[in-house]
């Protein structure tokens, strides 16, 4: 294992360098050249204590854990999801953001659609070639054992504009996909739609960290608590998501 990265050093440095995916809307991409994003904002609020400078350093996904555990960078922010293996390699902060599947609804419909169970006899649309399609048969049996009928039709669309049309044509009265994409849809037509969270499980994402790097991990998680206590996450999650993740205050267990 590597020697520690303490704060004394990143404060000594004025920089803390972190790997981002910069093409991956709303959490970095380039605006103008510059990259912009959830985890620009977040970083520049979590990093202010420390009087460092965030320095966001592009990197293409498939390298970005590697390029962490070699030290090109000090941290991971790119909407990085908990898995069993990924937790072999590196430390995790708390979650910072949620990309668990949801469902759009009609803002008319949001005091009657609360769950899939809700769903009971109602056509549902769902992207073609998603994880969420394959799963759509135990969601249904859900439903179905939980009211008596499954969906009323599950519509299989070749795009999510695809879906949302429909929902607004009123052909089905609610759209699966992951909170994130769903939040944005929510953000750029206020007051048209209203998203049911986590109707299938949570799907969390958070700040990766090496191993060694425990009191930088500790500083993190530090911060992502303050800013849930303030409101200040919240308030960065709905300018950027169009709504605000409930979400948990301690890394889950992956089994």
Known sequence: MAAERTLAAIKADGVIKIGVEGVFAP???????????????????????????????DTQWSGIVPALLSSKFDIIMSSLSYTKERMQKVNFSIPYADSSLAMLVR????????????????????????????????????????????FGEVKVFDSEPMSILALNQGTVDGVISNMTNLGLVIKNAPGKYALVQNVAGSSLAGIGIRKEDEELRKYIDEQLLAATKSGKLMELQTKWFGVAFDMPTTVPVME
Not at 27 to 39: A, K, P, Q, T
Not at 127 to 144: D, R, W
């Open 27 to 57: 959490f970095s991409y380039r605006e103008n050249g510059v990259i912009v994003g959830y985890d620009v904002d977040l970083a520049e609020m979590m990093f202010k204590d420390l009087g460092v400078k965030p320095e966001f350093v």
């Open 107 to 150: 803002a008319a419909d949001e005091s009657t659609i609360k769950s899939f169970d809700d769903m009971s006899g109602k056509p549902i649309a769902i992207k073609a070639g998603t994880p969420e399609e394959a799963s759509m048969p135990k969601f249904n049996e859900q439903v179905e054992k939980a009211k008596g009928n499954g």
